[in-house]
RNA sequence: GGGCGGAUAGCUCAGCAGGUUAGAGCAUCGGCUUUACAAGCCGGGGGUCACAGGUUCGAGCCCUGUUCCGCCUACCA
């Protein structure tokens, strides 16, 4: 183990340096590593959220919620548990893609799948390292031995083997239907890469007929697709429309005919009340499609353009589609009405382009049949807090779609599977040879295919979808595609999943579908969602915004404790502005703290020892014994927020007590008796000495233990250089949580201490308003009070009493006028 | 359209099984420098708790409605 110098503490806490110091020592005695073999302790399991590591800057507000979440395991360690920390990079994926083409300015179509992966795997490296190197000088406490990344052999092994597992059990298919389709991306996705946008459009009120030659006006926001109508459609309950029942009706510029039909979702009060049917403009038209059996006629391409069925349009991006086809409706007198309006489309969240729907073979994990599964295991989760539990809920239930898991890309993890190229039939891979890319090598196993006995195959291209790897985070810490991986039953379920708001419908989602495919069981226990940190104009951060700080610059200037300290201003699940004066806040107390520890430092001798007694058997006075009251019902309070995940108001608490009781206060009263005066009227000084210091060394200790799992910098400083010298240990983490010691309650303490305090209180207001420093000496100090319980505890208090106000005389005398905040008692004094 | 969160001092936020006079930090004003800390200490001023009703002996907190802000969700093409 690395020794730590245990020095006399510098004037000033150069938090720069200690910082950087203490890093290195975590690191080198290995402080935060999971035990595997510890069967004594539990064991506190964490599913730390992968961060695209492709996003190479983190902003403070990814540095607030690692924090908020890290508090919490620090207490659980200071609480006896076994911690399994991990962290992992998600670097596989669409957002890696998309990052590296925009860093390279690469066209998909112009690169090949090697090059494009190197690209890839080389941004993933930096990334990986940007971010470590982060979350060391933040002091997020991961055992670093237990990273992985999503690209990496193990995370394709569990995710293809979840592929094949699943395949198996029959709940993934192969099906060719419509899809959702990214035409900047080219490739299908899942309705929770849909973000809606509200944009604004025209509904154009576009002239068809019947081929009995009846006008009919139908109103559109897309006459781009008009070639692709397959059915025009009307209430059943709407009168006007019932005649056509039998009608066609000619669609304008093609000149083919379509069939009526009938549905009640369609609004009669919308437009005419008439409304045409493509192939396919959103989901409800795939939705007719399907149950009616419409016909298709597909006129987009996978790169958003019209295709060949579209006649004089094909090769058309659909913008310039719908000006070229809105002028030619135009030209022939069918456009007969415009109306601006906003309405909401469909966008992949990635790159903002909007969706279209296409038809193709996409591989799908079945989930529609199970949402009333998924919702029941929303309730077996503890949300915190727990109004977020109605995100996942509402999520569950608006479900369309079953999760398609292809994607037509290049860098991902790849599909265990070949095609018989005579059959189509899929032959997957075995387990033992996974991971395996069907690009590379050719099944092994199968020589022949199972159905139609040819021996030749074609791979499958296509990349599964990032969150089938992310999903299956419990399971890669839990080394499940390893053999009887006594990990499975060790941290799975995982105790923690803390994450962000907005992946609530991806990674917390699919992860609940994965784990109750796999195990029947839930993933995890307790679910912790933080909120977003937002500039100090209330805006969201962003990296793609531009309205970000950098945690790096904010450490550089203010310390990492204090930018954590920021971080535990929000309550759980709430957002956060970013205000640098609130950082500089905890900077300030860090000085504090510091300060306060140096005081104690300063006035103990060589013979000091804080154990020599026990802190339950020292007589204390009263002053002491309300000091100590005053921190075992904090301690009480803070170990209760904690428990609930209430570290913001466990730190407040803390704090409060700090400054107002601790420094203000406690300090303040007994400190002249550590002042080197002759002549001090105060008797028996060197033991009251000694009481006071075991009493600081007592409190100062126990507050630097509730406030390690935020401050972890200087607590930890402070416990290696001082405290170490009597504590046993190397680290302040690894220490226990102070026990609640109810022999030092004394509740009636308080309600005495009061009478000092308002004293106390009265006295510094008289200095004030006489201009005296509050460290002057005055002669004497009048009290009056003509109550005689009051005058029997003044008497009981009087020597903290001559010491809290620096008086060399206390005369209890009808002299006093000045109001205290006691209506009973009066106080004056003389220079 | 439905839902969730928020609205408290100039600013950023606490507060709550409903209980005297609503708190903190910053900012502001005044005072104080040998004796842990001037990146400090002491003190002062500052609030119709978004609005309107209601329940209650008593409401920032509970109920109803309204208005703003943020978010989630939704097939009005």
């Not at 559109?220 to 059943?236: D, F, M, Q």
Request: proline content about 4%.
């Amino acid at each position: 183990m690395q020794k730590y110098e245990l020095i006399g503490l510098p004037r000033s806490y150069n938090y720069k340096e200690a910082e950087k110091k203490i890093a290195k020592y975590w690191e080198e005695n290995d402080i935060y590593g999971f035990d595997e073999d510890d069967n004594t302790r539990s064991v506190f399991s964490v599913d730390t959220p992968p961060p695209y590591v492709s996003s190479a800057h983190l902003h403070t507000g990814h540095a607030m919620s690692y924090s908020q979440a890290e508090f919490i395991i620090r207490y659980k360690r200071m609480k006896g548990f076994n911690i399994f920390y991990p962290m992992g990079f998600d670097d596989n994926g669409l957002p890696t893609e998309r990052y590296v083409e925009k860093k390279y300015k690469i066209n998909k179509g112009k690169i090949s799948r090697e090059e494009f992966i190197d690209y890839c795997l080389k941004e993933t490296k930096i990334g990986a390292q940007t971010y470590k190197n982060l979350w060391k000088s933040l002091g997020i406490s991961v055992d670093w031995s237990l990273s992985f990344s999503t690209i990496d052999e193990k995370c394709r092994k569990t995710s293809q083997k979840s592929f094949i597992e699943l395949y198996k059990k029959k709940l993934i298919e192969r099906r060719n239907e419509p899809i959702i389709w990214c035409p900047a991306c080219r490739t299908s996705l899942a309705q929770a890469d849909i973000a809606t946008q509200e944009s604004p459009g025209i509904l154009y009120d576009i002239e068809f007929s019947s081929l009995s030659g009846e006008k009919l006006i139908i109103s559109t926001t897309r006459p781009e697709l008009i070639g692709a109508c397959v059915a025009v459609y009307a209430n059943p309950a709407d009168a006007r429309y019932l005649r056509l029942k039998d009608e066609r009706i000619k669609i304008p510029l093609y000149g083919r005919d379509v069939p009526v039909k009938y549905d009640e979702s369609v609004d009669m009060s919308y437009g005419t009340g008439l409304m045409m049917v493509c192939t396919w403009g959103d989901a409800e038209d795939v939705r007719k499609w399907k149950e009616h059996n419409l016909d298709t006629v597909i006129i987009i391409d996978e790169g958003g353009r019209l295709n060949e069925k579209s006649g004089q349009y094909k090769g058309v991006n659909i913008r310039e589609a719908k000006k070229l086809i809105v002028e030619d409706l135009k030209q022939n007198n069918l456009v007969k009405n415009e109306n601006r309006l906003v309405h909401t489309i469909g966008i992949h969240d990635r790159c903002d382009a909007p969706v279209e729907f296409i038809q193709t073979s996409q591989w799908f994990i079945n989930i529609l049949d199970h949402k009333d599964e998924f919702t029941f295991a929303g309730n077996g989760l503890t949300w915190f807090p727990s109004f977020m539990k109605t995100r996942y809920e509402e999520w569950v239930s608006n479900l369309k779609w079953d999760w398609n898991i292809s994607r037509q890309r290049f860098y991902g993890v790849p599909f265990p599977v070949w095609y018989c190229s005579k059959c189509a039939e899929p032959v997957l891979a075995e387990e033992d040879e996974l991971p395996v890319d069907p690009l590379v090598s050719p099944p092994r196993r199968a020589a022949q295919c199972p159905k139609c006995a040819n021996k030749s195959f074609i791979p499958e291209k296509d990349v599964m979808d990032t969150w089938m790897t992310s999903s299956m985070t419990p399971f890669i810490n839990a080394s499940w595609v390893e053999k009887d991986s006594s990990l499975m039953t060790k941290i799975f379920p995982m105790s923690l999943r803390p994450q962000a708001q907005e992946i609530i419908r991806t990674w917390l989602f699919y992860t609940v579908v994965k784990s109750i495919y796999h195990t029947g069981n839930l993933p995890f226990n307790n679910v912790m969602i933080s909120g977003w940190g937002l500039d100090k104009n209330g805006k969201k951060m962003s990296k793609s915004f531009g309205n970000f700080v950098a945690p790096e610059d904010v450490i550089e200037k203010y310390s990492a404790d204090s930018l954590r300290y920021w971080a535990a201003k929000a309550n759980l699940g709430q957002d956060l502005r970013f205000n640098e004066e609130d950082v500089a806040n905890g900077r300030r107390l860090l000085i504090k703290i510091w300060n306060a520890v140096r005081f104690l430092v300063s006035n103990i001798d060589d013979d000091f020892d804080p154990y020599l007694e026990d802190i339950g058997k020292i007589g204390f006075g009263m002053v002491e014994r309300w000091l100590l009251t005053g921190f075992e019902n904090i301690l009480r309070s803070a170990g209760k927020y904690l428990e609930s995940y209430e570290y913001s108001s466990a730190l407040r608490i803390t704090v409060d007590f700090f400054y107002n009781i601790y420094c203000d206060n406690y300090l303040e009263i007994v400190k002249n008796i550590f002042w080197d005066e002759g002549g001090s009227s105060i008797e028996g000084k060197s033991e009251r000495k000694r009481r006071s210091l075991n009493a600081m060394y007592f409190v100062s200790l126990n507050i630097l233990k509730v406030f390690a799992p935020f401050l972890p910098f200087i607590t930890e400083e402070l416990f290696l250089s001082f405290y170490s010298r009597f504590e046993t240990g190397k680290s302040i983490h690894l220490s226990k949580w102070p026990e609640l010691r109810k022999d030092l309650i004394h509740e009636d303490s308080i309600k005495t201490m009061q009478i000092l305090l308002d004293i106390l209180e009265s006295s510094r207001k008289l200095r004030t308003n006489l201009n005296l420093h509050q460290n002057h000496k005055i002669k004497r100090l009048f009290i009056r009070s003509l109550d005689a319980e009051l005058i029997d505890a003044l008497n009981i208090l009087s020597a903290d009493i001559i010491s809290a106000c620096r008086a060399d005389e206390l005369i209890i005398s009808d002299l006093a006028d000045f109001p205290t905040a006691n209506p009973a008692i009066f106080i004056s004094l003389e220079k």
